[in-house]
């Protein structure tokens, strides 16, 4: 499955590339830009089943990117994509819901313990903004405190790149430092009796491929505590953690439960939707203001997410990546430690990342993925990498045996 990957091994990818230049600004736009990768990656994909994708040049790749994490499943699961396919030629986006929209939201309330209500939408973006939306229509608040270098989403309010946002865009906005109660005790200080809530990640990842890290129980609890001293809303942004971390609320194992949540990626295996869960107490102010949008009802993602969570419940699908994931990050630990790398392996055992300590521009870490690759292994040098349910022991002893040589190619290389 070895490959050198370079320009010249993608003639179909860069074709593609070539044409999209001509209708589409820039070719490619946002996270799935392939030139974020390491060089030469292809940029097309043509076809994914189970734990595998295959770029439009025909390489296969072992995936640990899993879509950037909705694929929780496997791609094209069977049972997923027989409800699915059985729903479509019933209905799907139509005048009204189909009677899945009261299905799921009743099974979100059963198995996430801080959660009443629930709303749909389509992305992770929709749901962060509408927590923020809700939280101030129900305190009268304008402040939102927000961790600095937290991905919320794309919009102007939380795009990282502000190329075109204006000041008036993240007015209502104040930021703190992530484990740090003291950052945010500050601000609260600050614009006493004008918080409305603090949004927050279950753990701490920003766009510029840092090491991520976990949250300290602590900083959870304290968080918990100042939003109950000051009537603020507690949200937690659950969009990449969801059904990851946990099979309920992510930081439920620290004995906090939020007023809100916002969820989305793993909840459908791929197909569009998203969540916010809220408290009884917010419930008035989520109905309180006109807010919706297309798509957002459709039946297909919400069987798709139905069949995904009974698939989690039945198979213990948490417990299942945990495993893999612990498998694969040991692995890493001992062959960096092998070849006396400095490499950090950082972030839950179910969402890693791995980088090089001290290294420029990411030049090191850039190489090990571009080896990984070369050997059928897809990891991001920048982002965070998501466990599956279709990655099996076999899957992992495969990607570590990749990863190894990628260690011993960067090694000779580089130190």
């Known amino acids: 499955m070895t490959t050198t990957l370079n320009a010249s091994t993608h003639p179909l990818s860069d074709a593609l590339l070539h044409r999209a230049k001509a209708v589409i ?68 986006t139509a005048n009204g819901p189909s009677e899945h929209f009261v299905t799921l939201a009743e099974k979100l309330v059963e198995v996430v313990e801080h959660a009443d209500w629930a709303m749909f939408a389509k992305n992770g973006s929709d749901v962060t903004t509408l927590c923020l939306t809700i939280a101030r229509a129900h305190t009268g608040r304008a402040i939102i405190l927000v961790e600095e270098g937290t991905y919320h989403g794309a919009l102007p309010w939380c795009n990282p790149d502000q190329t075109g946002v204006l000041p008036s865009d993240r007015a209502g906005l104040a930021y703190y430092t992530y484990n740090d109660l003291a950052s945010v005790e500050k601000l609260v200080a600050e614009h006493s009796g004008d918080i409305a809530g603090i949004i927050v990640a279950p753990f701490r990842h920003d766009p510029a491929g840092s090491d991520l890290e976990l949250a300290d129980p602590a900083f959870a609890q304290g968080l918990r505590r100042i939003c109950d001293e000051n009537g603020a809303v507690l949200i937690v942004d659950e969009v990449r953690t969801g059904f990851r971390m946990s099979f309920g609320g992510s930081w439920e194992q620290y004995g906090v439960r939020p007023d809100l949540s916002s969820w989305s990626k793993a909840i459908g295996n791929g197909y569009p939707i998203a969540a916010v869960l809220g408290a009884e107490a917010l419930r008035d102010a989520a109905g309180s203001f006109f807010v919706t949008g297309t798509f957002w009802f459709s039946a297909v993602p919400m069987v798709a997410a139905l069949t995904s969570i009974a698939l989690l419940e039945e198979s213990d699908g948490v417990a299942h990546m945990f495993a893999r994931g612990d498998q694969l990050v040991s692995g890493l630990r001992e062959q960096a430690t092998s070849y006396s790398l400095p490499v950090n ?17 990411h030049q090191f870490t850039l190489a090990w993925t571009a080896e990984c690759a070369a050997r059928g292994v897809f990891v991001h040098p920048k982002h965070n990498w998501f466990m599956s349910t279709a990655l099996s022991e076999a899957d992992v002893d495969a990607v570590l045996v990749a990863t190894d040589a990628a260690f011993a190619e960067v090694a000779k290389r580089y130190f």
Do not use: K
């Not at 994490?69 to 729903?87: D, K, L, T």
């Not at 950082?346 to 521009?361: I, N, R």
């Open 345 to 361: 392996v950082t972030g839950p055992a179910t969402m890693p990342y791995l980088s090089f300590a001290g290294e420029p521009d």
């Open 25 to 92: 600004p820039n070719a490619m736009y946002g996270h799935q830009d392939a030139r974020g990768l390491w060089p030469g990656a292809p940029q097309f994909v043509s076809r994914t089943s189970g734990s595998r994708i295959w770029d439009a040049d025909g390489h296969e790749y072992i995936d640990l990117l899993c879509s950037w994490g909705p694929i929780i499943h496997g791609y094209q699961h069977p049972r997923i994509e027989e409800a699915v396919n059985r729903q479509r030629q019933i209905c799907d």
